[in-house]
């Protein structure tokens, strides 16, 4: 875990620059431990070394700083699947590449699986549009990877394709983080385990089930 930092004000664009960065990277070694939900400004304040009115100072809120993390999250995860769809043109295989690199990113998960609900909440107008950019961004470098190879040029089509995945992503993810009480559940009684969600199979079906529906289908615009 990240121990405290002794910081003095910052007064200049590098040094606020320098602030954030320490405070990102704070608030990812925790998640190493902690859930997104669990997570509280109050904690992160403390691990940073600064009283929680400081970390405002360069953060609007909890939700502001792991929206900047997320995004930073998501491009790490396309970076890591442009390599592994080197020379890979079909679906399976395709599926295959973006669960796995996927299931190691539990953080980027946990992340995806939070931000509709609970992350593009208690943030302003300003920050929610920086993030929705950055989004799209992200969006659009995500089909370009993936619908070229599979010989899909739709806009409609990429639009379907990545709110599938954010939408698989986050809700396998959520799905396969039992209560102690449910895995409690699922371990006694084996005629239920079956129902316990497997995140890197069930992530490599529901995707190759969803490129395979791209592929097949032009999806109507309204």
């Given at each position: 875990?990240?121990?405290?930092?002794?910081?003095?004000?910052?007064?200049?664009?590098?040094?606020?620059?320098?602030?954030?960065?320490?405070?990102?990277?704070?608030?990812?070694?925790?998640?190493?431990?902690?859930?997104?939900?669990?997570?509280?400004?109050?904690?992160?304040?403390?691990?940073?070394?600064?009283?929680?009115?400081?970390?405002?100072?360069?953060?609007?809120?909890?939700?502001?700083?792991?929206?900047?993390?997320?995004?930073?999250?998501?491009?790490?995860?396309?970076?890591?699947?442009?390599?592994?769809?080197?020379?890979?043109?079909?679906?399976?295989?395709?599926?295959?590449?973006?669960?796995?690199?996927?299931?190691?990113?539990?953080?980027?998960?946990?992340?995806?699986?939070?931000?509709?609900?609970?992350?593009?909440?208690?943030?302003?107008?300003?920050?929610?549009?920086?993030?929705?950019?950055?989004?799209?961004?992200?969006?659009?470098?995500?089909?370009?990877?993936?619908?070229?190879?599979?010989?899909?040029?739709?806009?409609?089509?990429?639009?379907?394709?990545?709110?599938?995945?954010?939408?698989?992503v986050g809700g396998v993810w959520?799905?396969?983080?039992?209560?102690?009480?449910?895995?409690?559940?699922?371990?006694?009684?084996?005629?239920?385990?079956?129902?316990?969600?497997?995140?890197?199979?069930?992530?490599?079906?529901?995707?190759?089930?969803?490129?395979?529906?791209?592929?097949?289908?032009?999806?109507?615009?309204?």
């Open positions: 875990m990240a121990q405290p930092t002794a910081f003095q004000r910052a007064r200049t664009d590098e040094q606020r620059a320098a602030r954030r960065a320490i405070i990102l990277e704070t608030t990812l070694s925790l998640l190493t431990t902690t859930r997104v939900a669990d997570l509280t400004l109050n904690e992160l304040a403390r691990t940073v070394g600064l009283a929680k009115s400081n970390v405002l100072r360069y953060f609007e809120s909890r939700e502001a700083i792991l929206l900047e993390l997320y995004d930073r999250e998501y491009a790490a995860w396309l970076d890591a699947l442009d390599v592994a769809l080197a020379g890979i043109v079909s679906i399976e295989p395709i599926a295959d590449v973006m669960a796995q690199t996927i299931s190691e990113r539990p953080i980027f998960c946990d992340l995806c699986a939070s931000a509709p609900g609970v992350l593009e909440h208690n943030v302003s107008a300003e920050v929610a549009a920086a993030y929705k950019r950055s989004a799209v961004a992200n969006a659009e470098r995500l089909g370009a990877l993936v619908l070229p190879r599979l010989g899909v040029d739709s806009f409609a089509s990429g639009i379907v394709f990545v709110g599938g995945v954010n939408i698989i959520a799905n396969s983080q039992p209560s102690t009480g449910m895995a409690a559940a699922y371990e006694a009684n084996p005629d239920l385990r079956a129902m316990r969600v497997n995140l890197g199979y069930s992530l490599r079906e529901l995707l190759a089930t969803l490129l395979v529906g791209v592929v097949a289908r032009t999806p109507r615009t309204s």
